[in-house]
């Protein structure tokens, strides 16, 4: 199993410009996370899925926009970049949700917004 | 959500004991306590969890008073390897809480 993977590693971007974040995971797993970790700091939570179809808010969710058409696929798109979305960007998944399964994360994606 | 609370850095030396406690005064009843570890340039990695008294696995210890408001989690005999940041997460069980948070973790320093 790859477990979770992310691409791209690295990205650069210009203000306003779009892009997608690509998550895939080969665990069969019902829940994906995407998370934001800026300099020095911890996660915070962006969006959520318990499942295909069906997505939610984290706690910092504006400007993104994410959709779950299959199990194995959550992408995380950037509408219009802003500099305050430089940052590291962790996908997650686990089995099911709930604070009792284990969150198994991706190797991140690292982006810069000029 | 129950919220944590870590200390923000830590240092140790190799071969020591390492202790990091987590407090998590308003712990509900369906509250599982997970504790996971983060390497620069890396995701976190799920290290251990548990819900009360006291659980053991081959890289760590978690140990869960009775009043569960409290956690320590114990790394024996730290290597400079174990230089890491470490998360405690509070969640409740089932698809009642989705909504997993993480807070800013306690950087641990071994030195040689």
């Known amino acids: 199993n790859a477990g979770v993977t992310q691409t791209p590693k690295f990205q650069v971007l210009k203000t306003g410009q779009s892009m997608t974040l690509q998550c895939a995971q080969d665990?069969?797993?019902?829940?994906m996370s995407w998370y934001r970790q800026d300099p020095g700091m911890g996660l915070r939570l962006i969006h959520y899925?318990?499942?295909?179809?069906?997505?939610d808010q984290g706690e910092v969710p504006n400007g993104y926009n994410v959709s779950r058409s299959t199990t194995e696929d959550f992408p995380l798109r950037l509408l219009s970049a802003a500099p305050s979305q430089t940052s590291v960007y962790f996908c997650?998944?686990?089995?099911?949700?709930?604070?009792?399964?284990?969150?198994?994360f991706g190797p991140g994606t690292r982006l810069t917004v000029l | 959500l129950a919220k944590t609370t870590q200390p923000i850095s830590m240092d140790s030396y190799e071969g020591q004991e390492v202790n990091i406690t987590c407090s998590h005064n308003?712990?509900?009843?369906?509250?599982?306590i997970t504790w996971y570890q983060q390497f620069p340039s890396q995701g976190p990695r799920f290290i251990i969890q548990?819900?009360?008294t006291k659980v053991t696995n081959e890289v760590a210890s978690l140990f869960i008073p009775a009043d569960r408001k409290s956690s320590t989690l114990s790394l024996p005999r730290v290597s400079l390897s174990d230089t890491a940041v470490y998360y405690c997460?509070?969640?409740?069980?089932?698809?009642?809480?989705?909504?997993?948070?993480f807070g800013a973790g306690t950087r641990l320093t071994v030195k040689p």
């Open positions: 899925s318990v499942g295909a179809g069906i997505t």
């Open positions: 665990m069969n797993h019902e829940y």
């Open positions: 548990g819900y009360k």
């Open positions: 997650a998944s686990s089995y099911r949700a709930g604070g009792n399964n284990e969150q198994f």
């Open positions: 997460l509070v969640g409740e069980e089932g698809y009642n809480n989705n909504d997993m948070r």
């Open positions: 308003n712990i509900a009843t369906n509250d599982y």
